[in-house]
């Protein structure tokens, strides 16, 4: 099972713990830069990206500002290809139908395909809790899930761990979850790769029960769309004989015809190709072919108070892409697990506060990890504003707080910058005063302030001084 | 169980939207679709070759008449003995090979992944980024025939490649499952670094018919 990000520290804390160890610097480090540059490659081979960018924004617009509507036509097309649908408004509710469901087949194991709405609601604890054990089919989701570990990036939840650290885990962990690992494993990727095969190869041939998410939900034909690379997802959605599939309510989009966008900009901004190896697609069942039951379950938990934030609402246009990680200075040298939620980096220190709000100090902590550099904006494929939503969640996690000293000191400057003859008063008695203040650290409540940042020198002469003593011949 | 739970989350998606003039209708929120239908306008197969071979397809580029020829060396090279193919694959692209051709009916799992591999036709194939489209129609079969068999070996009209993204999205039938493949089966999760060869076939040849 894998380990809970509940109770975890504020962003700032945990941050400073995972800067301090090398070793992850260093697997991060490696990892977004080569992934960077297979994504910009890629990108720059399309000469078109702007408009493929601008189409997938207008399109995932026009689903959010009428969900409703998409909503109610996917379900009637699944229903009519025959699927069945259910609505779960919360975690909870969710992991209620899935255990429901598995149970209804007198089945005890489920496979999965990496799932981030899974993830989200906890259901292979929720699983386990009922006597279901699910298996994690993702290379990278199994070495989370061997390692009892916590997925720290969207794309390669494993990314914080370098081939050493996972041929050790799959040497010591193999054997009590199934097939064990080969004698004399190697750390070469090949190796590794094959070792999950092996390790996985019953699991797929004999499972009755797969669960996944989507990466789209088509609403005119009720059409579902995975990406993957590695042939897991192919496993789980077409050999078992009941597919649960787990979707967040905004992976809609309008049309078929719509995925000829998506289809260009995921690929390339996730994993910088310009196709990932397999995509699947179903509508409903297909008698001899696939799974004979499949069940939708439309996932809100949280997503409908996103939408209700006007600016917060574009973050649901988000497909998953991780770009916005890779790129990010902040995540680079903080890590995944900082975050503290299935989302991390910039996407998740704008979702996991909508989704979860701010009332604990991790959540709120969150719309600060960010430097605002904007790097996160430029290569998102569907042009969400991260720093315009960021600024805006720091707005609502500071409305109604803030100290004493804060709010007398704010009152005070906008005095004193109200009025020229005070401001022009107060810049010549600092400039005396320059003698006295410290150079490094400030006393008292401004004490945190110092501690990352020197006190800016004071001149002897404010600009308005010295500007105003041009014009008597003074010039220098 | 979650009774109410539609009513429920519509009523908020509802209410999260008030901010939406009434009247608006989905068309009313544009979508300019101001990118291009295909990056190309060269030669489709040449392309299609480079692609393939970027994802480590293996790749033969032969006449429509010498198919059954290239399939059968293909098969002999790999030391194939036992192959499952659709019940209606043509018999001609096999009838210079030795190999056992078991047609699949319904073949359960386990004999599926007894075969050395597997021959198929595909819906269609995209020139830009590498990628063959099954669609489970003629010469195709099942997903499961073309996924457990650690070999496939795929045969590809010139007629059937289009240039990119959106002429294939626009040919292909949504209500029809769907199985795109770019290459063998990868992965980046080891250091973002890409290796071919997990779960799905390990060794994708493609035989592509002019």
Redesign the interface.
Known sequence: MSGTFVGMPAFPEAASAATQNAQLRH?LR???H??RGKRAAVVS????WA??R??GK??K??TL????????QLEEAVTA?GGHV????DAA?AN??VT?LVRATGETEVVKVKSMATQEIELNEALAEAGITAYE????EL?VQLGEDRPSHIL?P??HR??AE?REIFNRTMAEWGVPAPANLSDE??A???A??VH??DK???AKVAVSGANFA?AE?G?LVVLE????G??CL??PETLISVVG?EKLV?T??D???F??LL?RSS?G???????????GS?P???PGDFHLV?L?NGR??V??D?VGRQSLRCIRCSACLNICPVYERAGGHAYGSVYPGPIGAILTPQLRGTSSELDASLPYASSLCGACYEVCPVAIDIPEVLVHLRGKVVEGKGTTVERVAMGAAGWVLGDEKRLGLAQRAAGKARGLVPKRHLPGPGAAWTDTRDIPDIPEESFRDWWAGRGRGQQR | MSDGARERILAKVRAALADVPRGEEPEDVVVTRGYVRAHTGGELIGLLVDRLTDYRAVVHRVPAAEVAEAVAQALKRRGVRRIVVPPDLPTRWTAASSVVAVADEALAVAELDGVDGVVTGCALAVAETGTIVLDAGVAQGRRAISLVPDYHLCVVRADQVVGDVPDAVALLDPGRPLTWISGPSATSDIELDRVEGVHGPRTLEVVIAE
């Open positions: 697997n490696k990892a977004t080569t992934i081979e399309l000469d078109d408009e493929l601008a189409a207008a399109i617009d026009r500002r009428h969900l409703d509507v998409y909503l109610e290809a259910h609505w779960a408004a509710e209620a139908i429901r089919t993702d290379l990278a070495i390669v494993a990314i370098n081939r996972i990727p090949r590794l790769a094959e999950a095969r996985l190869r797929f041939l004999n088509v034909t059409t690379s590695e042939g897991n192919r496993m077409t050999l309510i309008p078929w015809q995925l000829e966008v289809m260009q690929p994993t190709e310009r196709m990932n190896p397999y995509t699947s697609t179903w509508t297909t001899g072919d696939g439309l809100d409908t108070d939408l209700a006007e």
